[in-house]
């Protein structure tokens, strides 16, 4: 075999983050088996049909992730967020996962984090420079939607 060739690519293309997801998903298949893994999506719209906010996650390894938790401004304060959290913990729990996890910087939602059960079990100071990023978690998921 000829010698690998190393290339850096800024915004590669999506063949290229496919390649190397796929690679990787491959060898966490040999190593653990199939997994019940799935993404997950609850979305907000208007009577017209905007989408006004919503959540993005996966469930996987036994913990649901949220990954994006937005909400137009038009739409905050009604505890919508508080709800698509507990939807997508029914929709885990559902999946048999008890747990989850996610993430949000100081300027944030930290606060409404915790105020919905997540606790913080790690930070990283200076990302993005002037604030923290921090990493939260909720043990004991129960379907409640």
Known sequence: MAEPKLETILDPPDE???AIRDG?????A????????CRVAIVVRSDE???LGGLLGSVSWDWLHVSHLW??????GRDIGSELLRRAEALAVARGVTH??????????LEFY????YKVFGRLEGRPRGH?????????LTATE
């Open 16 to 18: 290229v983050t496919r």
């Open 24 to 28: 990787l998903g491959a060898y966490n």
């Open 30 to 37: 040999r190593i653990l088996g199939d997994q019940d893994w």
């Open 49 to 51: 049909g905007q989408v």
């Open 71 to 76: 909400l137009d401004e038009s739409v905050r």
């Open 100 to 109: 989850a996890y996610l993430e949000t910087t100081s300027f944030q939602a």
């Open 114 to 117: 915790l105020k919905n059960g």
């Open 132 to 140: 923290t990023y921090y990493y939260l978690k909720k043990e004991e």
